[in-house]
């Protein structure tokens, strides 16, 4: 049997040895790409087996143990996320190639986002992060240009407010290496001490993954860069470079950073998510284009999953972590699934302003569909994945007390309903004359189908979850 | 210590002017200005480390080459933004952030 | 000493300040040169002469280079009123840069930096270096080494990615006695490069410093009116070679594998011939990406005659 830390070297070193593949010999960068997304599904499955069987493990790169070396931790969150990344990565891949535009630069492109994100979901030391999450974000600001026109100012913001955040996050790293001497998470978790530079360190390091994760309210960026960037790649940023971000931020703050937590910035955290929840769902709501309502949802999702910061302490807290995981987990399902399916929408039309989209009629009718599934898991209407988030989340919320939390999520979720209904409505309209094959047509609706469908079904996988998820309730790992 | 402070001197000026900067060019050499202070805030601590510390040292190495990176494509990005192309909406030079 | 330290920072904050704030772009950018040259003495302060040598060649030299011919590109090169705006903003910015100030320097002042130079100095014997730097870069951290050639890599696709590359390369007017200078120089970045890559593995020096003076050293001969012979097309060695550090890189993390070894670990016995292979390569990486960076875009398929007059 293959060991499972070989897989996980797999899941790094296979997309970067793809990019280099599809940047040197272009003509074969589709087979390359399938190639990699088959072997990067068949490792993340297995990784994830492998957790649900023995549980997480962590290793050492180069033999080094820290404090000196780099680690890679594996648990059911990062092992769960890595699952993800190969799916949407995977789906986004095959419309991609269904669509049959000549960009061969985008190939290279992917695989480097879909490598940067797999080593940040195995990442366990702080540098290593920071380096990982620069790759991430030039690979995802060329991705965003590569609509060229009224992207390029998109890419553009996003470029600043990222390296805004990364290098205010490098600040934190400094004073806490200033300050413990190590990098790795488990041993700043082990000597964390709650003092002047630990907080400013995890403080600074906090506010620049929440700049990079498009929290409400450093969300300006988010909206037009996901809803101008080419159909792939607004799915790819809503369902994984943002869950990246927020998957950073907890990891750190359940584990090196735990001794810092208290009611300030737990009620903190649980504002800021609030906000966005509210904000984002009213925004989108007035959003007059297709992809900028779902961009706009991106920022409110992103508040659900927030709320685990305040929810996943005390009483509840293994069910409100794990609700906020499959939480995102559902959202990058659905998302990327709207975003691929607004797509095809768009181009069987040429445009994708709401007021005169044509209903669900020959030509379309796969992307609607997709659209009322991942719709239904964003709402959260059972049994789908984004259900049963939302069902352990309020259990935990419910567990604990947290009134205000319970009532924030079912609050977000009636914005949610609203605004997927907005949407939705469009698909009663009478159909529009589509011309044949405008949407690329069959096969570019599949993989948008496809996730719709995982995100519906997610709900059904509740043992296998837990069961995933039950090894490192909130611990961040093994210390 | 003197290079400690100097390193929060020139990150208090690199992000003001990150902020309030006009012209885009600004802010990508408010941005580098930023990232000196970082590095030069690590490198200080690995001095004042008992014996000299190499781990940050190769850390700003790496740091720099990444920032020389990040720098030429926000270049090449700003080279394409300028160029008037169309009802291209923003051009450099005028920028909200 | 400190009279000379204080001197020195209150240059690189004027300099900062001149770059970040005061009106004419030209003069930010030179005055952000001139820091980076600064800051390279600095580092030889601080005792970090490795990054001394990195810093003047690529935060002051290639930097610089790449600043000032975006600058020649820039449609909008002028500013309305002050570069910054006057609004009430620094009701905001004076407290709030000063709060954030003086919290660096407290928690400054409490750090107790225990450092992992012991650490690495116990390892060294075994990572087949003598120079500490070195021995973190291309064996201890290797895999951040990785994706940092990887991110250089990255750039250069993700500029090729906008479009082509604006023409001409070198700046319109050219002075004669920068042609000279350039095919002078030339062979002389080179040496002193292949100096400081023998230099590297006892002493300051290495890949970075030798990658970055040939890079340089490029875009000077291209400045001077050299062809840049980089040619973007499929066919041609050239992204074989723009590829090659982060191929042999990731070749060598997954070959030790084949050798029984976990990821990226070097046989005992095979570091220091392993670590002087990676040191090539990321050079080569390093000088090779400068080039293909500051040509801001792909560069045509063949350098013919109609390619430098497009």
Redesign the interface.
């Known amino acids: 049997m293959i060991q499972p830390e070989s897989l996980v070297v797999l899941l790094v070193g296979l997309p970067l040895l793809g990019a280099i593949l599809t940047f040197v010999y272009p003509r074969a960068a589709t087979a390359v790409t399938a190639a990699c997304a088959a072997g990067m599904l068949g490792a993340a499955s297995g990784v994830a087996y492998a957790v649900m069987v023995g549980g997480g493990w962590s290793q050492d790169l180069g033999g080094w143990a820290p404090p000196l070396g780099i680690g890679w931790q594996v648990d059911g969150l990062s092992a769960s996320l890595l699952l993800l990344t190969a799916i949407v990565g995977s789906a986004g891949a095959a419309h991609r190639a269904v669509e049959g535009l000549d960009q061969p630069f985008f190939w290279p492109l992917w695989l480097f986002l879909w490598g940067a994100l797999n080593a940040l979901f195995l990442g366990a030391d702080l540098f290593n992060l920071y380096v990982a999450l620069e790759v991430l974000a030039l690979a995802a600001v060329a991705l965003i240009a590569m609509a060229g026109g009224g992207a390029l100012p998109a890419a553009w913001r996003y470029l600043l407010a990222s390296l805004l955040g990364s290098t205010v996050y490098l600040m934190g790293v400094a004073l806490l290496y200033g300050r413990y001497g190590a990098l790795d998470l488990g041993l700043i978790a082990g000597a964390l001490e709650p003092d002047l530079p630990s907080a400013l360190g995890a403080g600074l390091i906090c506010l620049g993954l929440l700049l990079k994760a498009a929290v409400f309210p450093l969300h300006f960026w988010l909206p037009s860069a996901h809803g101008r960037a080419p159909t792939v790649v607004s799915a790819a940023l809503s369902a994984l470079v943002v869950a990246a971000a927020w998957y950073l931020l907890v990891r750190l703050w359940f584990g090196p950073f735990a001794g810092l937590q208290g009611p300030g910035p737990d009620w903190l955290f649980g504002l800021i998510g609030t906000g966005a929840m509210l904000w984002g769902g009213l925004l989108a709501l007035v959003q007059r284009r297709l992809k900028m309502l779902i961009a706009y949802s991106t920022v409110s999702q992103l508040g659900f999953g927030l709320l685990v910061i305040p929810l996943a302490v005390g009483a509840g807290a293994e069910s409100a972590w794990r609700g906020a995981v499959v939480l995102v987990l559902a959202h990058g399902l659905a998302k990327a699934g709207l975003f691929l399916a607004a797509g095809s929408i768009a181009r069987a039309h040429g445009h994708d302003r709401l007021d005169a989209l044509g209903g669900m009629g020959a030509g379309v009718v796969l992307p609607w569909l997709a659209l009322v599934l991942a719709g239904a898991s964003l709402i959260g209407l059972p049994p789908s994945g984004g259900f049963l988030g939302k069902w352990w989340m309020l259990q935990g919320a419910l567990a604990a007390g947290g009134w205000v939390w319970v009532a924030a999520i079912l609050l977000g979720t009636l914005l949610t309903a609203v605004y997927v209904f907005r949407m939705l409505s469009v698909v009663i309209r009478p159909a529009a004359p589509v011309p044949p094959a405008g949407g690329g047509g069959l096969p570019g609706a599949l993989p948008a189908f496809v996730l719709a469908l995982l995100a519906l079904g997610l709900g059904l996988a509740a043992p296998v979850l837990e069961h995933l998820l039950s090894g490192d309730a909130m611990t961040g790992g093994p210390a | 210590m003197i290079y400690l402070v100097l390193a929060g001197v020139l990150f208090v000026i690199g992000l003001h002017g990150l902020f309030v900067a006009r012209h885009l060019l600004r802010k990508i050499l408010s941005l580098n200005v930023l990232s000196a202070a970082v590095f030069l805030f690590l490198v200080a601590l690995a001095r004042q480390a008992e014996p000299l510390d190499s781990v940050p040292h190769a850390i700003v190495l790496t740091g720099i080459v990444v920032s020389v990176s990040t720098t030429a494509v926000a270049l090449a990005l700003l080279v394409r933004l300028s160029r008037p192309r169309g009802n291209n909406a923003a051009p450099a030079g005028k920028e909200s952030r | 000493m ?1 009279v000379f ?2 001197l020195l ?1 209150g240059a ?2 004027w300099l ?2 001149q ?3 005061t009106p004419g ?1 030209f003069r ?2 030179i005055s ?1 040169i001139v ?2 040259l600064l ?1 390279a003495l ?2 030889v ?4 002469p ?2 001394a040598l ?2 003047a060649a ?2 002051a030299g ?2 610089g280079a ?2 000032l011919s ?2 020649g ?8 009123g002050t ?3 006057e609004r009430p ?1 620094l009701y905001f ?1 004076i407290p709030a ?1 000063a709060a ?2 003086g ?19 116990r ?1 060294l014997p075994d990572s087949g270096v003598a120079n ?2 070195t ?3 291309l ?7 990785l ?2 050639i ?6 250069t ?7 082509r590359m ?1 023409m001409p390369s070198a700046p319109a007017v050219r002075s004669p006695a920068l042609t000279a200078l350039g095919r002078v120089l030339f062979p002389m970045f080179v040496l002193v490069s292949a100096y400081l890559l023998w230099r590297g593995s006892h002493a300051p020096g290495g890949a ?1 410093p030798a990658g970055a003076v040939v890079g340089a050293g490029g875009i000077l001969s291209i400045l001077a009116g050299a062809q840049p012979w980089l040619t973007g097309g ?1 066919r041609g060695p050239w ?2 070679l ?2 090659l550090g ?2 042999t890189m ?1 070749a060598v ?2 070959g030790v ?1 084949a050798l029984g ?6 046989p005992p016995g095979l570091a220091g011939l392993i670590v002087l292979v990676l040191e090539l390569a990321a050079g080569l990486s ?1 000088a090779m ?2 080039v293909a ?2 040509l ?2 792909q560069p045509p398929d063949h350098w013919g005659p109609e390619a430098a007059r497009r």
């Open positions: 400190l330290d204080a920072a690189l904050i900062a300040w770059a970040t704030h772009l930010s950018v952000f820091f980076g800051m600095a580092w302060r601080l005792e970090a490795d990054i990195a810093e690529i935060g290639a930097t790449l600043l975006a600058l590109r820039l449609a909008v090169t002028h500013e309305a570069p910054w705006q903003d910015w840069g954030l100030l919290l660096l320097t407290l928690a400054a002042w409490a750090l107790p930096t225990p450092g992992l130079g012991d650490d690495v100095r390892v500490p730097v021995a973190v870069l064996n201890i951290r290797a895999f951040d080494t994706l940092e990887g991110v250089l890599l990255l750039a696709i993700a500029i090729w990615s906008l479009g604006p970075f499929v992204r074989i723009l590829s982060f191929a990731l993390a997954w594998m070894q976990p990821f990226f670990a070097y390093i990406s400068l960076l500051y801001a875009g």
